[in-house]
């Protein structure tokens, strides 16, 4: 049984569209703040957005503003990060985090200090011709 389990990555062309999602064995996601995060070759993991299960809010790394949103479908315990107009520069290894909550999380959630409780092993994403 897994705390966080991505899935849904691949290859896919420049301006294409991919769906990750992120889905537990063992916690339900509902109330849970999550985060997703990124790490390409070389580079420092960096936050792609996070939201609230508490107020419901969304933030966005300036990276994901416009192209990527969020969601949740809590009858699957299942939540979503949708990614249009992919760019090469979007090429990474996409992660989820995920946290408890008690009161909702603030902007800081999108650094991936912040203090998640659990990771997934995350899902490669290649944005190619």
């Known amino acids: 049984q897994a705390q966080a389990v991505e899935s849904g990555g691949g290859v896919v062309q420049p301006g294409g569209s991919l769906t990750l999602s992120c889905t537990s064995d063992?916690?339900?996601?509902?109330?849970?703040?999550i985060g997703w995060f990124r790490q390409a070759p070389g580079k420092e993991r960096e936050g792609v957005l996070c939201?609230?299960?508490?107020?419901?809010?969304?933030y966005y790394a300036e990276s994901a503003k416009g192209r990527f949103t969020f969601s949740r479908d809590n009858a699957k315990n299942t939540v979503y990060l949708h990614m249009n107009n992919l760019e090469p520069e979007d090429t990474a290894v996409y992660y989820c985090?995920?946290?408890?909550?008690?009161?909702?999380?603030?902007?800081?959630?999108?650094?991936?200090?912040?203090?998640?409780?659990?990771w997934g092993q995350g899902t490669q994403v290649t944005v190619s011709s």
């Open positions: 985090a995920i946290e408890a909550e008690d009161w909702a999380v603030p902007e800081a959630c999108l650094s991936p200090d912040y203090g998640y409780d659990y």
């Open positions: 063992r916690r339900s996601l509902d109330v849970y703040a």
């Open positions: 939201s609230s299960s508490v107020d419901m809010r969304t």
